[in-house]
Nanobody, 129 residues
Framework: QMQLKESGGGSAQPGGSLRLSCIASGGSLRFSNYALGWFRQAHGKEREFVAATTPSGAVTYYADSVKGRFTVSRDNGENRMDLQMDTLKPEDTAVYYC????????????????????WGQGTQVTVSS
């Protein structure tokens, strides 16, 4: 069973940047066999999709609300996924979660939270002046 742990959350001013990381561990996992995603949940709202990457890392996909501002990347050798968040807005304030799904479909990404079976505990991101 894969365990995921996020880090890098915190506070930023509007227009600022933060970088989140997600490290995977556990068992005899082969990180490159997992599709990965970032989701977020603001207080009182449902969890929403933010970004996804395919097992190979060659393809990425973003929610419209973050497209052009956020960049997802992964390093399969380090069992790591990052989310670079630039030009932050107050509406980006939320708990951010990373998630993984075992998949041998190398170039397929997933955007629904129900697709993912492994989740981190979340990290808080607060954007305010």
């Amino acid at each position: 069973q894969m365990q995921l742990k996020e880090s890098g959350g915190g506070s930023a001013q509007p227009g600022g940047s933060l970088r989140l990381s997600c490290i995977a561990s556990g068992g005899s996992l082969r990180f490159s066999n997992y599709a990965l995603g970032w989701f977020r949940q603001a207080h009182g709202k449902e969890r929403e999709f933010v970004a996804a990457t395919t097992p190979s890392g060659a393809v990425t996909y973003y929610a419209d609300s973050v497209k052009g501002r956020f960049t997802v990347s992964r390093d399969n050798g380090e069992n790591r996924m990052d989310l670079q968040m630039d030009t932050l807005k107050p509406e980006d304030t939320a708990v951010y979660y990373c998630a993984s799904k075992y998949s041998l479909r190398r170039e397929v990404y997933y955007t629904s939270h129900s697709d993912y079976s492994n989740w981190g505990q979340g990290t808080q991101v607060t954007v305010s002046s």
